[in-house]
């Protein structure tokens, strides 16, 4: 069974006793809000930067060749993280910054802060660029255009002309919000997916493109090629064939045309804004026995960047566990995907967060998922075998 750890205790002291490499490592730490927010844990600091130093060292030697930090932070103190982290990982590693607009957690009278910012660096960004590496993240627009045609094509008991007429209805209000290259897939086709069709011709004259004559279905007889012959070589065009991406006309005095799924482009690269209301605490509140923690961040939000900067597999270190949502995402990811994410997580004991939060969370994580999570696995003190007791005798 996968097994998470959970290591108690001040991270400065348990930093040190961890080895890595960690493909990401997670900082939510204290925003140090000074009261305007209120928290169950302490979160006024007068030097937060001189708390968040001798912590972050420990990034470079923790961090995997490829991997990546995100650091959430508000306002406050965004500008000095990022300093503190361009002094450790380096300014040339920062990947970039997310504003986050979820809703409001204040009522000032001059500036209502809706947003986050999720600050993202590679331990290596040139080595990222070497190898080629992208991060895609599904589009939600495109989604709900792919949910629609599947309506429409449950809807059309498998007419694919009032499949058609019935989602270009839905579409036709939304032509002037949605971005203008995808509202160009309304079509449906025998299959009930959603495409457009794409000019099949080459755009300069290159020998190795394909010239061949495709012939028409229905007719028997070959169908025009393109001056500059197709935008692909033979093997192409096979595949294209094959997998039905090639649309014919009604006869053969038509020029195919090329056939470009939605559902295979329904993915962009991130965009460094993006909105979603805050949703963490009521996620939390819904979970039985678990006592109140302001502020979790949402697992819907860390799972959509987790898998965007990391793999299936990847290794985990989130040095400000608090109420434990990276393991709880870590644990749901792997069952949604089959990986074998693992999260290290250290948790400051304070407020009662772990009796009456963490623990309960993980207890019921575990249930759900079934991973495990074992307590202090490293260096482990008499406060971590207590709550390893109380853990497992509460299971
Ligand atoms: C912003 S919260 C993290 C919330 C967490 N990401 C979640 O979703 O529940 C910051 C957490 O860091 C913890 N913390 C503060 N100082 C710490 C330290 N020195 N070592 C470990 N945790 C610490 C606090 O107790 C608090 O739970």
Redesign the pocket.
Known sequence: MRTHHVHV????D?LPTLDGPFDLI?L????NTGGRVV?????RFEDWTG?MAP?LAHLPRLLAEHGIVIA?IDDRECHHLRVLLDDVLGARNHIGTVVWDGSTLNSSRLLSVSHDYLILYAKNHAALKTAGTTWRQPRPDAEAMLDAAARSWRHAHGDRAVAQQHFRAWLAPRRSTLPRGLIEYDRIDDTGTLYRVGDPGAPSVQASRSFRHLTHPTTGRPCPVPKRGWRMNDASMDRMLADGLIEFGPDHTTQPKLKRRLVDNATAVPRSVFRQERE?ARH?AGIDGVGE?P?????TV?ARWFTTVTGPNARIL?????????IEVAMALNAADGGTRTVTG???D??G?IEN?LVPRLRYCEATYREQVSWGAVGAGPRDVELRRRHTTAA
Do not use: Q, W
């Open positions: 205790g001040d991270n400065l348990i997670y939510d730490p204290p925003y928290t169950g844990y302490n979160d708390f912590r959430s963490g939390l923690f502020f979790p961040k949402d697992h860390l989130d040095p400000f566990l608090g109420s434990g949502t990276s250290i948790a400051l304070e407020g967060i939060v």
